[in-house]
């Protein structure tokens, strides 16, 4: 009965479903030139509060490198995660989850600032093989754990799940860039958050890894920038198009995770087994007066590339914004206002 239940229940970032950030190749033009977005302040989103928890104690991350990952695509990723409680220049990543932290649970405690990176496992056999299924990511979480590779946390764990290139899972790339959800008792042995991102450089980068790599499929009755071959529109701020993509796709499924472990916490709508979360709200929106394809006002560096958030070792990164309970708008520290 859980299993057949179960993929009504998994929470999807249904990114290619998003009109401004990721693009199926079938979409039609209207979505490409009239994606809307809440970059303006607005009282018609109806985000409530369900009673659940939040993640309000220091968050210790887990990571699974499934896969073939490489040594500097590993760094790119680590030195995000670092950046959540590292100093980094204004606007930071730590500056951007100060949105975040302004949820709270029924306790009125805020969500945490302090994400630790506590433990790493490297699944280069491929445990369960080059075809995963969403159910999958709890098994490879189990395998790791079984091996002794990484603790079990069920006090204040958050596992990630990352799938190298040549690893293809159920409905990336057709209608999800990453998910997250919570481990079920019977297949990892407690319950625990987690969040799945898929590396998308070779597979599906105009749908994942937007606004680096040009839709399959505008609708705009234009050819793209010729920047790369045609292939990108911006530059990716630490040269590769899929980890630059997965790092803003994290951020979406971080935030999430934090404001909405248990799928009764923060979003919108009335369907907890299709909820409308705080980052959801946001696809697409970047920067200040992002809307219609447009990702907003960002920064670049001196080469050229594009971001709105500094990391610790002098990082940069994209990563789009997120609901601003207060101001009741997409919001992030870059804005202009």
Known sequence: MILQKLPYYFLLLSLSYAPSLAFSFSQSKELFNQAKNYEGSSDLVNLEYHMGPVLASPINVYIIW???WGLSQQSTIRDFLYSFSSPAPYPSVADWWRTVRLYTDQTGSNITGNIVLSGEFYDTRYSHGAYLSRLDMQSIIRTAVNKRAMALNPHNGLYLVLTSHDVQVQDFCRAVCGFHYFTFPNIVGVTVPYAWVG?????????CAYPFAWPGYSGSGSSPPRNNEGHNIMRAPNGDVGVDGMISVLAHELAEVSSNPLVNAWYAGDDPTAPTEIADLCLGVYG?????????KVDKDTWGNAYNVNGVRGRKFMVQWVWDPVKKRCYGPNAID
């Open 199 to 207: 590396y998308s450089g070779a597979q599906c980068p105009g749908m």
């Open 288 to 296: 200040s007066g992002a809307g219609g394809g447009y990702v907003g």
């Open 66 to 68: 499934y896969g073939d």
